[in-house]
Each structure stands twice: as C-alpha cells, then as structure tokens.
C-alpha cells in the first residue's frame, strides 16, 4: 500500500492497482499548487464530512469525468453531493465496505468543537492498515494501525489532543493532514515539535510534501 498526499486532507492509498481518494476538499486546490485531474483516475473516493475544505464537489465532478468512481460518505454529505447532481452510497458508522480491494471499515468520530452546528463526521480504517479521521481526536472506537494521518492544526481542536490521540492509537507511522493553511516557515517548526514528540513515543513522524508518499 502506498499513502500519497495532495495538500491538506486530500490523500490517495494505491495497492494492488486500485486507487482510493480521500477528501477532495477545496484547500487543496485553492492555491492552484494541483488541479484534480493531476490526480487521475481513481475507482473509489471517501469522504469524512460536508465541510468544503474535505467535500468540494466541483472537484469531485472533475475526477468523476476521467473515470467513473464509487463514493462512499455519511446521509448528510449524500444529502449535499445530490443537490449537485452526484449519487454515492451510504456508509454508518460500524459498518464495513469492500470495493476494488479495498475494506473501508466506518467508524464513529465527532466532529472538534465548531461556532455552529457541527457537521456529522466519520474515520475511515482502510484495509486494516491505514486510520484516517476528518476533523475529530475524539473516536468512540480505537483501532489497531500501521499508518495516522494527524491533523495538524484547525480552529476545533488542540495539540495536546492530537497528540493523546496517537499515543492512543499507537501506529508505526504519523504524518500531518489538515495543514493547508499553515505557511512553511511554520511547518519547519512544528514538524520539529511532532517528531519529537512522537519518537518518545516509538512513533515514526513522516510528514509528506505535495505528491510524496509512504509506502507500507
């Protein structure tokens, strides 16, 4: 399995010449770094939750043109993606999909604390090996994993939650999502501060730059 990163919480798991997208949200395009067809085709996409920085579905409509793909996402995004002419199947929380190789296991993972309503948020475990969690440190079930995606920084939670939150899984590897909107000077700093953290930990502290991956 290989774990690519396209800026913020847009992420691509490849294994056996299949390709799952999560989170094509607007973040990652916004400063024209990539476009969504620079991804390419992919077979499945994920989505945690509606917010737009994780589901935007201009981008989505633009994968979906170069090759047609299943969707897996909550009622309350599938509400959103119909009003914009896009159908996906529904995934609950405890439930587990399998598609092109891939087990997609949901689990329940509130969405961190927001001004307004909070949108309903899921973590996904892809094929036993990789946990990624939208915008929540706080899941009801904790898995077993090789692979974190982390998020980094956000208006809804703090650090010292995230960080609970991988000594709690206890991965291999972490690597930061949700970082979009942090300026390099900054991410050489806090990259730093993660590591350390983590390898008291016994944890690898991996961070990917825009089109690098982890291989496991």
């Not at 973040?27 to 996409?45: H, M, R, Y």
């Not at 993606?81 to 929380?93: P, Y």
């Not at 309503?117 to 904790?142: R, W, Y």
């Not at 650090?159 to 930061?176: E, G, H, Q, R, W």
Request: glycine residues 6%.
């Amino acid at each position: 399995m290989t774990i690519k990163k396209f800026l913020h919480s847009c992420l691509l798991v490849e294994e056996n010449g299949k390709r799952l997208l999560i989170d094509p949200g607007n973040f990652s395009f916004v400063e024209n770094k990539i476009k969504p067809t620079d991804i390419g085709a992919v077979d499945v996409i994920v989505i945690t939750h509606k917010h737009r920085d994780h589901c935007y579905p201009p981008a989505i409509k633009e994968l979906l043109q170069i090759k047609s793909a299943t969707i897996f996402a909550n009622e309350e995004i599938g509400n959103l993606l119909k009003t914009e002419g896009l159908s996906s199947e529904k995934i609950k929380a405890g439930e587990t999909k399998t598609i092109s190789g891939f087990t997609i296991e949901a689990i329940d993972a509130p969405h961190g604390p927001t001004p307004g309503e909070p949108p309903h948020n899921l973590a996904f475990l892809i094929n036993k090996k990789f946990l990624v969690t939208g915008d929540s440190l706080s899941l009801k079930t904790i898995p077993k994993c090789d692979v974190l995606a982390l998020p980094a920084i956000g208006s809804w939670m703090l650090t010292v939650d995230a960080l609970n939150l991988a000594k709690s899984v206890k991965p291999k590897f972490v690597f930061p999502v949700h970082d979009g909107m942090i300026k390099e000077f900054y991410t050489s700093h806090t990259d730093k501060m993660w590591k350390e953290l983590l390898e008291k930990e016994g944890i690898t502290f991996k961070p990917l730059a825009l089109g690098e991956f982890l291989e496991i």
